[in-house]
């Protein structure tokens, strides 16, 4: 089974080489088996145009669709991705809308599937693009957030009408298990401090509980500098001097707060790819999944987000090559203005983008199809 | 009819929330506020104010107040009675930062405040200062956070070694305040729309309930727009084009969160002014910075935090001219950048920059 597999990311070349001891469960006849999920809104479209390039650059990648319909009530459907996910090992999908006027016993299907999996450490790294506008420059941050407990764990009661409690939930072993991650992979990159994002002034006992795993955690890494920080002040110096992080290492609710600071930041929902890691699974999306409603089937959604969470799955899978391939690609596409999609300011469609991302493909390797 | 009914019974039970306020305390014409000085940096700052204040002829004579916690009759920490009787009789106060000792065995002094006045609301309006350049330009809203509950409640229990529950409180009754008190505002203050911000898709039952509440008292406010968002969606808009929102109000934790990024949009806690409402008609205008205590008495501080909240303050007393005139006269000596004190890039004095102000006050006139 695959432990913290290696993530490429920008620069993946030089950590090429190192593989997994056994080989990555769902690999028939040389070719990978991955469950797609397509979502809703910008989703499937998007999902599409994936599955159209690595056709083309021959990816030895088949996807098994498994739809999931948000507007059902039972939980059959999200089951079944789920054991999907269990057989094939790796997944790729779409945001799951959440509508959040039905009643509490209707569960978000993204949490479902993120707490059914333990998919326990959700990672995402944002950096400054080359080609896109934004105000600020040279932002470098990996942000390792806790995925599965805090504010998120949905136990919410009404004991007294009018009254209504909501249960955050942290662990101990769950924040030893998470700094452990961020410790680990920011030593695999060569990063050099590692901050913990809190509110421990007022949860002293909850938040308090984190800071102290983390504190533990990082007496065992010498090597890299820890330290904390509240996460009002946080989001008040990401605005203001971003270029200070390094890795961040955050629970539940903080981390979708820093996380989506930090995609607006480098440009945008539409660039920032996204990996959930579990013991034994691992699942890629969008970095703050969004579901693009207001955009869906417009032929304008900026697919640079997919595409790169496509990457990084070829990262985990071991196809390092056609990862850095495509990426390669990507960020050329990107770095002229003229094929930029709306939501980064320009004015080109989803298909030209992929398009031209995949014309840079034909000219720099040799594994294209002649046949789309 | 109905519409002038329920205004006066909101009235009746907010207290002055409008801007049209009968100034509270009268004598000869002027109105008594509550000065807390606080600590560090605090005293400097606040009789900056004071001066400025005078040099624009304001009519309000300032109670200078202490609050260090006092332990009162039943063991049970509060602020002094002297300082409690002030406040209860001039409703207005303008507050100092205050330092929070780590081990004193009292809970921190804004907390006291906040329980003893039950300040509900918090309001932190964000506005660009031309002059002091940040990324971002035209930064105009106002953040309004629910300040008693939420989150913040403090109530947590270890369940076994190694597991820690803490528990998010949210009321039908806090929400429905809260939201009465943003519409309200929205309104006096000529503000197009209000957005409740929320994460209900995950926290079904707790921000459903104050989004319900918010979507029920929206029903009564129908000339102000209202929306309702995601909180990691206006994260992500709000570091992309802040120009989007206008009143945002939302539970505590949130609230904090969101309320310090705005700060931080348009230059840091140092000029950003802040205000917190109570029952009864109570409101307390503070500055929200630390104490400073490494320039403290070294006539280096910045009073602007301090002054844009007592121009806040003064708003709400229904001061307009005079409010007007001294947060023209603050801009304009940020604009100049002639005189600025260090962290706003300069190297004058606290002094020199209280009295800059004050000039250009008086030549107003």
């Known amino acids: ?372 | 009819m109905a519409g002038n009914a329920w205004r006066s019974t909101v009235s009746r039970v907010m207290g002055a929330v409008k801007s049209q306020t009968q100034p509270r305390t009268f004598s000869r014409g002027m109105q008594t506020v509550t000065i807390i000085p606080g600590d560090g940096i605090g005293p400097e700052i606040s009789s900056a104010v004071i001066k400025i204040f005078e040099a624009a002829k304001v009519p309000i004579q300032w109670e200078e107040r202490n609050v260090t916690a006092i332990k009162g009759p039943g063991g049970k920490w509060m602020i002094p009675p002297e300082a409690k009787e002030s406040m209860d009789k001039s409703k207005i106060g303008l507050k100092g930062p205050l330092k929070t000792p780590i081990a004193a065995g009292h809970p921190s002094m804004n907390l006291l405040l906040r329980k003893t006045f039950d300040l509900y609301a918090n309001v932190r309006p964000c506005v660009s200062i031309e002059g002091y350049k940040t990324p971002y330009t035209d930064v105009d809203l106002v953040t309004i956070r629910e300040n008693t509950e939420g989150e913040y409640s403090g109530i947590e229990h270890v369940i076994v070694d190694g597991v820690v529950q803490s528990i998010k409180l949210i009321t039908e009754d806090a929400s429905r305040r809260i939201a009465e008190y943003a519409f309200e505002y929205a309104r006096n203050n000529q503000r197009a729309s209000v957005t409740a911000v929320h994460k209900a898709n995950i926290m079904r039952m707790s921000d459903g309930l104050f989004l319900r509440k918010c979507r029920e008292v929206a029903e009564n406010f129908k000339d102000v727009k209202f929306t309702e968002m995601y909180l990691d969606t206006v994260c992500l808009n709000m570091v992309q084009d802040p120009t989007k929102f206008d009143v945002l109000v939302m539970p505590n934790l949130y609230g904090d969160i969101l309320s310090d990024l705005c700060a931080g949009l348009i230059g840091g806690l140092g000029v950003t002014p802040s205000g917190n409402i109570g029952a009864n008609g109570v409101a307390i205008f503070e500055s929200v910075h630390g104490t400073a205590p490494d320039i403290a008495g070294k006539d280096m501080a910045n009073p602007t935090a301090l002054l844009l909240s007592a121009v806040m303050m003064l708003r709400h007393m229904g001061l307009h001219g005079h409010a007007k005139k001294i947060e023209t006269a603050c801009f304009d000596t940020i604009r100049d950048k002639k005189v600025l004190t260090k962290d706003l890039g300069g190297n004058s004095k606290c002094s020199e920059f209280t009295a800059e102000i004050c000039r250009r006050v008086q030549d107003m006139e």
């Open chain 1, 1 to 372: 089974m695959c432990e913290l597999n290696i993530w490429g990311g920008v620069g993946g070349a030089e950590l090429r080489g190192k593989r997994s001891v056994s080989p990555p469960p769902a690999k028939y006849g040389g070719r990978h088996t991955v469950t797609l999920i397509p979502g809703d809104g910008i989703g499937p479209e998007l999902l599409n145009h994936v599955r159209e390039l690595f056709r083309f650059c021959c990816v030895p990648v088949d996807f098994e669709v498994v739809t999931v319909d948000s507007s059902v009530v039972s939980e059959d459907e999200i089951n079944n991705a789920v054991t999907a996910i269990r057989r094939n090992g790796v997944a790729l999908k779409g945001n799951i809308e959440t509508n959040h006027n039905l009643p509490p016993s209707h569960k978000s299907r993204n949490n479902l599937l993120r707490t059914s999996l333990d998919l326990y450490a959700n990672v995402m790294h944002c950096q400054t693009l080359p080609g896109v506008q934004t105000r600020h420059k040279d932002i470098d941050i990996i942000i390792i957030r806790e995925n599965t407990e805090g504010e998120y764990s949905s136990l919410e009661h009404e004991n007294v009408p009018g009254v209504v409690e909501s249960l955050k939930i942290i662990t101990r072993v769950n924040s030893l298990r998470i700094a452990e991650y961020a410790f680990k992979l920011a030593r695999e990159k060569g990063r050099r401090r590692v901050t913990a994002v809190h509110k421990a002034n007022i949860m002293k006992l909850g938040d308090g509980l984190f800071l102290q795993c983390c504190k533990e955690v990082a007496a065992g890494y010498p090597d890299i500098a820890f330290d904390n920080m509240i996460v009002d002040n946080t989001t008040m110096q990401l605005v203001s001097k971003p270029q200070q992080f390094d890795v961040m290492v955050m629970p539940n609710l903080y981390g979708n707060v820093v996380s989506n600071v930090c995609a607006g930041l480098v440009g945008g929902p539409g660039l920032v790819p996204g990996a959930n890691y579990g013991k034994n699974y691992a699942v890629f999306e969008t970095a703050t999944r969004n579901t693009g409603k207001s955009i869906a089937n417009k032929n304008v959604a900026n697919p640079t987000a997919t595409l790169l969470a496509s990457c990084l799955m070829l990262d985990h899978l071991g196809l390092v090559d056609y990862a850095s391939m495509i990426r390669k690609a990507i960020f050329k596409t990107l770095s002229e203005t003229r094929l930029h999609t709306a939501d980064i300011g320009g004015l080109a469609t989803t298909s030209e983008v992929v398009q031209s991302i995949m014309r840079e493909v034909q000219k720099t390797g040799p594994l294209t199809s002649e046949y789309i």
